[in-house]
């Protein structure tokens, strides 16, 4: 019975050494991926800061040439307003022109 009981013994402690060894090397591992877990997050969030930096940026430069835009459509609408403006003043100093020339014409006639 001794030698059993200390084959027993040996062997619960062979078990037991595989089992440290085992749950050493899963935590080791789990430690490990972890870790990578980790990384991963962390290139991640940059990824994802870095997209909506440039969105951001992309939104703003959209913005500003819509801005740009509008400010050369108004300033165009200014430039037509102020052609038309003088198109009206020439046409009323041609009417008042060809009204004095038909009057200087009727004093000669």
Known sequence: LYEKN??????????SEAYRQFHKDMSEKNDKLL???????AKLMQVTDELFTE???????LWLTSKKQLEQVE????????????????????????????????RLA
């Open 55 to 61: 969105r951001r940026k992309s939104s703003r430069e």
């Open 75 to 106: 300033q165009k609408d200014h430039e037509i307003l102020k052609l038309q403006s003088a198109s009206e003043v020439k046409e009323m100093t041609i009417t008042n022109l060809t009204a004095a020339l038909a009057r200087i014409a009727s």
């Open 6 to 15: 200390n084959e027993l013994n040996q062997e619960l402690e062979s078990v």
């Open 35 to 41: 870790g990578e877990v980790g990384d991963l997050k």
